[in-house]
Nanobody, 123 residues
Framework: QVLLEESGGGLVQAGGSLRLSCAAS????????MGWFRQPPGKEREFVAA????????TYADPVKGRFTISRDNAKNTVYLQMNSLKPEDTALYYC????????????????WGQGTQVTVSS
């Protein structure tokens, strides 16, 4: 089992920044990649960003490119999502996820999920 716990969400004005953290525990050695997903109110969960465990490869959804940065600190077993220039449309419940599989760009591949942390961006 891999256990994930997100933190760092909150209320911020448009144009502001937040840094989300995801602490992992358990069978961390099995993790190939970590990702961030979000679920806006009334919508389905969508991909935000992902990063391989090695940290050598990352990818972002188009709406967040240039504004969000995913990173990890393997010594702390933690992955981060730095969110800058936040927009009201970024408002969502943000989830951290992990996968053992190499098909890390596919949402269905992610096996482990955190409880979510709420991000609300006011205009």
């Amino acid at each position: 089992q891999v256990l994930l716990e997100e933190s760092g969400g909150g209320l911020v004005q448009a144009g502001g920044s937040l840094r989300l953290s995801c602490a992992a525990s358990g069978r961390i050695s099995s993790v190939y990649a970590m990702g961030w997903f979000r679920q806006p109110p009334g919508k389905e969960r969508e991909f935000v960003a992902a990063l391989t465990r090695s940290g050598s490869t990352s990818t972002y959804a188009d709406p967040v490119k240039g504004r969000f940065t995913i990173s990890r600190d393997n010594a702390k077993n933690t992955v981060y999502l730095q969110m800058n220039s936040l927009k009201p449309e970024d408002t969502a419940l943000y989830y951290c996820a992990a996968t053992d599989g190499s098909r890390w760009l596919i949402q269905a591949t992610y096996q482990y999920w955190g409880q979510g942390t709420q991000v609300t961006v006011s205009s």
